[in-house]
């Protein structure tokens, strides 16, 4: 028996479960260790932070679809990686070897980033703890007007300071003050102009807030600016730049320059050709800078078709996705900014397609897997088809 760990239940492995439930992995022994039972489907969170789902409705149960595909599941995070040894030690103290490991955790945000912020901050990451703290703010009293600030300008401070925006105040309520501070530059680095002006405009008629400054600590009530300034705030919600969880940083694994694990073409650790890692934690091969889900479902059927072949001893082959993917931008209201490139529109439409598109990558792994179904693809997060 070949023994096959899974780190993580992220987009690629929900892939790989189903594709293994249709076609089982003779002679393999398979464990999916897991830091949650369900998994949140991060497009959906500002959907749910405005109050257009129910949590239900944005989660994928993980159990069935382990069961399904004949995979033991081990509910517990890895809390150290050995990879000269192979072996992963998870957090309820068992140890998994492994003659494969296939890695798809999350990437965490960096709590020592900004001071004060491991103590006062309501961290976006893990989904799972920043779901339960969210409703904990949803039920403060409302006598008094809160001041939020969401600080970090990417694409989920973007989307999550109008998802408050409309939770608090839409409605015709007043509960909140909400701003966003984008850390040193615009919103939405990494995007072209005409978005980032079009981002801009609708923050600017939501009527939040926009600092450009960086934060450089976060007090009690208080959140200071690189340029003096001192934001009275109740919460301050971070989605700071992704980095890689310690256990992976302290691992033998070879890393790039900011840390994320290396993998080449045939999504295989660069240092250890029997470890694969896809999704935000991985760095290298063909993938794009950008690090979101669509690129990371778009490597499930290159890892379901890689790590077949490396457990039967057979070549691998190379993943070359598109580089390019669209985005769809939650705007609060029932509103998203569509954007391909340089090209961008907003509208309802927009939201109806995210939505659309969102319940219909959950309700793809909800439904049980049988032989010759069809699988949910990249094109159902937004993405272009699977290669
Ligand atoms: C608010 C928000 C909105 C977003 N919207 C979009 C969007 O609209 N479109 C888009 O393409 N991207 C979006 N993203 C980005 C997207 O969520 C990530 O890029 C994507 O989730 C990365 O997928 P992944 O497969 O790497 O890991 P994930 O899908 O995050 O899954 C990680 C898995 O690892 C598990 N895990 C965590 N730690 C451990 C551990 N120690 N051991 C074992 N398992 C562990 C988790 O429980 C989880 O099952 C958004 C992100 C946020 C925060």
Redesign the pocket.
């Known amino acids: 028996m070949r023994r096959l760990v899974l780190?993580?239940?992220?987009?690629?492995?929900l892939h790989l479960l189903t594709e293994m439930a249709r076609e089982p992995m003779p002679g393999v022994q398979a464990v999916l260790?897991?830091?949650?039972a369900r998994?949140i489907h991060?497009?959906m969170?500002?959907g749910w932070m405005a109050g257009h789902y129910t949590l239900p409705q944005c989660a994928i149960a993980?159990e069935p679809l382990a069961r399904a595909a004949k995979v033991e599941l081990a509910l517990s995070?890895?809390?150290t990686l050995d990879a000269g040894e192979r072996t992963v030690t998870l957090a309820d103290g068992r140890v998994a070897e492994y003659d494969v490991l296939s890695i798809?955790?999350?990437?965490v945000l960096d709590r020592e980033a900004i001071p004060g912020a491991r103590e006062h901050g309501l961290f976006?990451?893990?989904?799972?703890h920043f779901v339960q703290l969210y409703e904990r703010l949803l039920a403060l009293p409302g006598d008094r007007l809160l001041n939020l600030v969401v600080i970090g300008g990417d694409?989920?401070g973007f989307?999550?300071s109008l998802a408050l925006q409309q939770r608090f105040n839409g409605h015709g309520l007043e509960r909140a003050r909400v701003c966003l501070v984008t850390g040193g530059g615009t919103v939405l680095p990494g995007f072209g102009a005409a978005l980032r002006e079009r981002a801009l405009r609708v923050l600017r008629r939501a009527r939040i807030t926009v600092f450009s400054q960086r934060c450089t600590e976060i007090g009690s009530g208080v959140v200071m600016l690189d340029n003096g300034a001192r934001l009275a705030c109740d919460v301050p919600l971070l989605?700071l730049p992704a980095v890689v969880?310690p256990?992976l940083r302290d691992s033998a694994l070879a890393r790039d320059e900011q840390g994320f694990v290396s993998i080449g073409e045939t999504l295989q650790s660069t240092s250890h050709d029997e470890v694969f890692a896809?999704?935000?934690?991985a760095s290298g091969g063909e993938r794009e800078p950008a690090?979101?889900?669509?690129?990371?479902?778009r490597a499930g059927p290159a890892l379901a078709m890689n790590l077949r072949r490396k457990l039967a001893g057979g070549p691998l082959q190379p993943w070359r996705p598109r580089r390019q993917?669209p985005?769809?931008?939650a705007c609060g209201e029932r509103r998203a900014i569509a954007s391909w490139g340089q090209w961008s529109a907003q509208g309802r439409w927009a939201w109806a397609l995210?939505d659309w598109i969102g319940r219909r990558f959950v309700a793809r792994y909800a439904e049980p897997a049988v032989p010759g179904a069809a699988l949910a693809t990249s094109a159902e997060?937004?993405?272009d088809p699977a290669p």
């Open positions: 780190l993580g239940g992220g987009h690629a492995h260790a897991t830091a949650y998994q991060s497009d969170l500002p993980l995070g890895a809390v798809d955790t999350e990437s976006l990451r893990p989904i799972e694409a989920a989307e999550i989605t969880p256990w896809t999704g935000d934690v690090r979101n889900g669509v690129f990371a479902l993917s985005t769809l931008l995210k997060r937004g993405g």
